[in-house]
């Protein structure tokens, strides 16, 4: 049968990696992939929010599953577009994907189901924000609703930074947008706690801690990650149960209250503290470079565990895991994320010498002329 992978990260290299190992599977194929895919599937260039040039490519080669890798087609309803033109897809549909494409909707869902969360206010202008901030106790978060790549959530230690995030947020930086949310900043450690979920049942799917600031010793900007390790070093089972029970079961149920089906990865980001959960985020994917670093862990079939949660049978499959650590660190370009120079040769990368379990999975690359550079 022959599988397509939409996406061109780090994330969906993994994923095709990890695919590659089935015997099922007779053609792979990313779009619009990377250098790294292109190793081991063949990429096509199709602009992944041109979903109506996608169906034709998938009908052109009889593709029987279709898996999305990124948020961005997934909030702009690529799986009900498939679905609807019969194609078989593995991620959520446009109303559960809210999760991740509105921060409002899913503070909502939170109050509306006691799940536990930072205290949070929203604001629809810049006077109004500024105006509010003015008598807060920092360190503040300030968060743009919609998508922004990892890069929307500002922790903000005094009114000056605080201004510019608000201006920067409502002056277009991540998109128009008439709407951002101001929390507090809860103390405590971060998890990435995942999930697998096939519309009935779910399973979890590993955790792991990822490090989103660019520089060491936790500082610059926030990024889309700078590295992970999995499983996070705060997992116990108490805090397991916690995590679901008041957490996992309340957003499934919450969604179910709304008629919204979930079907796919579900990574909730959260923060620990004192062993007690409390959500900051939901992102309806894995993440990127979390999944790097929990894919390799796997010991089941990965299409396999994909095809049962579209068959709806995931409650029957017993989910085996390597005893072992996994660590990931991601290289970018000087000045990410904010200035930074692209189409860079990538040098020698086939000089290194890599081990047994060690990996390099690309991420903004591309293939030109049989030579590597930096697309992003």
Request: charged share 25%; with cysteine.
């Amino acid at each position: 049968m022959n599988i397509a992978i939409i996406g061109n990260g780090g994330r969906e290299h993994s994923i095709c990696h990890n695919l590659s190992k089935s015997k099922k599977i007779n053609k792979l194929y990313c779009i619009p992939g990377n250098a790294g895919t292109n190793n081991i599937a063949k990429n096509i260039n199709i602009d992944q929010d041109n979903f109506q040039k996608i169906l034709e490519f998938l009908k052109l080669k009889s593709i029987s599953t279709v898996i999305v890798g990124p948020e961005k087609p997934l909030v702009n309803g690529i799986v009900d577009f498939l679905e609807k033109n019969k194609i078989k897809v593995f991620g959520p549909n446009k109303k559960a994907a809210q999760l991740e494409g509105s921060k409002i909707f899913t503070k909502k869902l939170c109050k509306k189901n006691k799940i536990p969360t930072a205290n949070y206010g929203i604001f629809y202008n810049e006077k109004s924000t500024i105006n509010f901030i003015k008598n807060c106790k920092f360190p503040i978060v300030i968060k743009a609703d919609g998508l922004a790549s990892g890069k929307g959530v500002y922790i903000c230690n005094t009114k000056k930074e605080s201004t510019t995030a608000i201006k920067e947020i409502f002056q277009g930086k991540f998109g128009i947008t008439n709407k951002l949310l101001v929390e507090e900043f809860l103390e405590g450690e971060e998890m990435s706690f995942f999930i697998i979920c096939d519309g009935k049942s779910f399973k979890k799917f590993g955790t792991a801690q990822d490090h989103k600031r660019v520089y060491p010793d936790d500082k610059g900007p926030n990024t889309g990650g700078m590295g992970a390790y999995s499983p996070s070093r705060l997992e116990n089972s108490l805090l397991e149960k916690k995590i679901i029970n008041k957490i996992i079961k309340p957003t499934l149920y919450g969604l179910k209250k709304m008629g919204i089906t979930y079907k796919g990865f579900l990574y909730a980001g959260l923060m620990i503290v004192k062993n007690e959960p409390f959500l900051i985020e939901y992102n309806v994917r894995m993440g990127d470079p979390e999944c790097q670093t929990i894919l390799p862990l796997l010991k089941n079939d990965f299409y396999n565990l994909i095809d049962s949660c579209l068959k709806r049978n995931l409650s029957s499959t017993n989910l085996r895991w390597e005893n072992k650590k996994s660590l990931s660190i991601v290289l970018c370009s000087k000045g990410y994320p904010k200035k930074f120079k692209k189409n860079l040769l990538i040098k020698n990368l086939k000089k290194i010498q890599l081990k047994t379990n060690q990996y390099i999975f690309h991420a903004g690359t591309k293939l030109i002329k049989n030579k590597i550079l930096t697309s992003n």
